[in-house]
């Protein structure tokens, strides 16, 4: 990459090399992401992988994730002013559990995952929601029509290659008062280990994009979209809430 994906600036320096494995850092917003980026195809496959190693373990969890999904989607409400037929849409949705949850919540839920072990996982045991098999943008393809009121993205822009065009599209299927639910890993976050390494979200090349608030408040800024509340993370990461400016 020539530049970056944040702010164009060309000016960016080595953060950290590891075995020939190298994170820059730009020097206007303070994005760090790895260099060279991988290819898209290589990461989707990857994912695949991963997933299907720790799969068990994952699913095996569910009151406890489906209590904290009901948790949040009910604090998601709170910042729209729709009170019926809320559309509500997760990307990256694993399970399925927060989409279940927004259903039993009274919404209208679709979820959107390339995990084809997740979604068949999802679409067995949550059979009343809308899963989609694939990623942001041949979703988009196939449904630029829609508008939703909540979407929700959690831990996964940090596996991207074009957060531009994620983020576009993110704002095109936003209706005009929706929310967008974001939380990524914060490398600059005071509790982060000092030692890269140690830290649980230092994982190249699957996070190749890796935020702080700074650079994160910028790409949102650049597609009109105003964060307006930040939740306070001890878990070295960033959630927050954003919509159209
Ligand atoms: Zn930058």
Not at 162 to 185: A, E, H, R, S
Request: proline fraction near 3%; glycine fraction near 4%; hydrophobic fraction near 35%.
């Amino acid at each position: 990459m020539e530049k970056c994906q944040v702010c164009d600036c060309k000016n960016y320096t080595n953060y950290d090399e590891n075995n020939g494995t190298i994170l820059v850092e730009c020097s206007e917003c303070g994005f760090i992401w790895l260099n060279p980026l991988p290819i898209q195809e290589d990461i989707e496959k990857l994912y695949n992988n991963a997933y299907q190693n720790v799969s068990s373990s994952y699913f095996s969890k569910v009151r406890k994730k489906m209590n904290r999904s009901k948790r949040r989607s009910k604090f998601l409400e709170k910042f729209i002013l729709k009170k019926n037929n809320i559309k509500f849409l997760d990307i990256g949705s694993n399970g399925g559990f927060m989409v279940e949850a927004a259903r039993l919540r009274g919404h209208e839920a679709t979820g959107i995952e390339i995990d084809p072990y997740s979604i068949k996982y999802a679409r067995q045991h949550y059979t009343k929601n809308v899963f989609f098999e694939g990623n942001l943008e041949a979703y988009y393809d196939k449904n630029s029509e829609k508008k939703f009121d909540i979407i929700y993205c959690s831990e996964v822009i940090e596996h991207l290659v074009d957060i531009n065009k994620f983020i576009m599209l993110i704002k095109k299927l936003l209706d005009t008062n929706g929310i967008v639910f974001l939380t990524t890993p914060d490398i600059k976050h005071w509790r982060r280990p000092k030692d890269l390494r140690k830290w649980d979200a230092y994982c190249p090349p699957d996070h190749c994009l890796y935020f702080n608030n700074k650079s994160l408040s910028k790409l949102l800024t650049k597609f009109e979209l105003k964060i307006i509340k930040k939740m306070i993370a001890f878990k070295p990461g960033i959630k927050i809430i954003a919509k159209h400016i």
